[in-house]
Nanobody, 114 residues
Framework: VQLQAFGGGLVQPGGSMRLSCLVSGTISSIDVIGWYRQGAGKERELVATVTSKGNTNYADSAKGRFTISRDIAKLTVYLQMNSLKPEDTAVYYC?????????WGKGTQVTVSS
């Protein structure tokens, strides 16, 4: 499984941004897919994931503001981020758990600043 993230950039506080993760490889082997992030000087943390059955899981910091979704036909997972805050600034990573292995895409920088 390979993961390629798109999106990211600079956004003002209160703004919105959508990240996309294009998936390739043995899609059927994926049990969980989603997003993690790592801020400067911080550990990588969960943002949101969705299972192969469509069950979602969100970090408390993301609940009510972020939405994870998937378009199976387009082999893409999205992270819609609304009401962004400066503390959301981080490198965001697409993640998948496939055949009991953790897969990571290259990160994309999201900066929330005025």
């Amino acid at each position: 499984v390979q993961l390629q993230a798109f999106g990211g950039g600079l956004v003002q506080p209160g703004g919105s941004m959508r990240l996309s993760c294009l998936v390739s490889g043995t899609i059927s082997s994926i049990d969980v897919i989603g997003w993690y992030r790592q801020g400067a000087g911080k550990e990588r943390e969960l943002v949101a994931t969705v299972t192969s059955k469509g069950n979602t899981n969100y970090a408390d910091s993301a609940k009510g503001r972020f939405t994870i979704s998937r378009d199976i036909a387009k082999l893409t997972v999205y992270l819609q981020m609304n009401s962004l805050k400066p503390e959301d600034t981080a490198v965001y990573y697409c993640y998948a758990r496939a055949s009991n292995h953790d897969k990571w895409g290259k990160g994309t920088q999201v900066t929330v600043s005025s």
